[in-house]
T-cell receptor
Framework: GNSVTQMEGPVTLSEEAFLTINCTYT??????LFWYVQYPGEGLQLLLK?????DKGSNKGFEATYRKETTSFHLEKGSVQVSDSAVYFC????????????FGTGTRLTIIP | DAEITQSPRHKITETGRQVTLACHQT?????MFWYRQDLGHGLRLIHYSYGVQDTNKGEVSDGYSVSRSNTEDLPLTLESAASSQTSVYFC?????????????FGPGTRLTVL
């Protein structure tokens, strides 16, 4: 079955540091890949997605590239801000007709000024 | 604006009681999902629906049920609440028909079973 393995946290960085959160997946077929973010006390919201190999998703300075050869979708940001403090979830969705999300365990990110 | 809402936001109940959590979306989405969030597990799928009268079991469906009588609502029922069901529950919806769909999440319901 489908699975997502995500870098364990928590991760603490100083403001303006470079961020990488690792995500690898196991899936049959051609899944779509997602990063969701959860701010304190809120539900999840889509951060970015990529729907086919070599696609790069980007939003709010975050980027992730769909690497089929390494089955990875690592999240990166060049310069983090205090407002980026949140929990980040990597997820995959199966092929057409299997529109369920499989989530990683989440990575809590804290940015200190 | 279209949205997805959950009620109640917080609920405390006792072991053995029946509890229903409401989820309502105004996007006219075909797909609706229920997840639970627990530390160390991320989000796990409980039940899902691809349309009216359609319901399916997810990864952790034991002790839960859903019914879909209209497009907007997918209530989640705990038939006999157990302490192991203490969790944060999220409802989500998506348009349906595409494997690239974005799921939109509600604000969550924190359930405590004593």
């Amino acid at each position: 079955g489908n699975s997502v393995t995500q870098m364990e946290g928590p991760v603490t960085l100083s403001e303006e540091a470079f961020l990488t959160i690792n995500c690898t997946y196991t899936a049959t077929g051609y899944p779509s890949l997602f990063w969701y973010v959860q701010y304190p006390g809120e539900g999840l919201q889509l951060l970015l997605k990529a729907t086919k190999a070599d696609d790069k998703g980007s939003n709010k300075g975050f980027e992730a590239t769909y690497r089929k050869e390494t089955t990875s979708f690592h999240l990166e940001k060049g310069s983090v801000q205090v407002s980026d403090s949140a929990v980040y979830f990597c997820a995959l969705m199966g092929d057409f007709g299997n529109e369920k999300l499989t989530f990683g365990t989440g990575t809590r990110l804290t940015i200190i000024p | 604006d279209a949205e997805i809402t959950q009620s109640p936001r917080h609920k405390i109940t006792e072991t053995g009681r029946q509890v229903t959590l409401a989820c309502h979306q105004t996007w006219n989405h075909n797909n609706m999902f229920w997840y639970r969030q627990d530390l160390g597990h991320g989000l796990r799928l409980i039940h899902y629906s691809y349309g009216v009268q359609d319901t399916n079991k997810g990864e952790v469906s034991d002790g839960y049920s859903v019914s879909r009588s209209n497009t907007e609502d997918l209530p989640l029922t705990l038939e006999s609440a157990a302490s192991s069901q203490t969790s944060v529950y999220f409802c989500a919806s998506s348009e349906g028909g595409l494997s690239t769909d974005t799921q939109y999440f509600g604000p969550g319901t924190r359930l405590t079973v004593l």
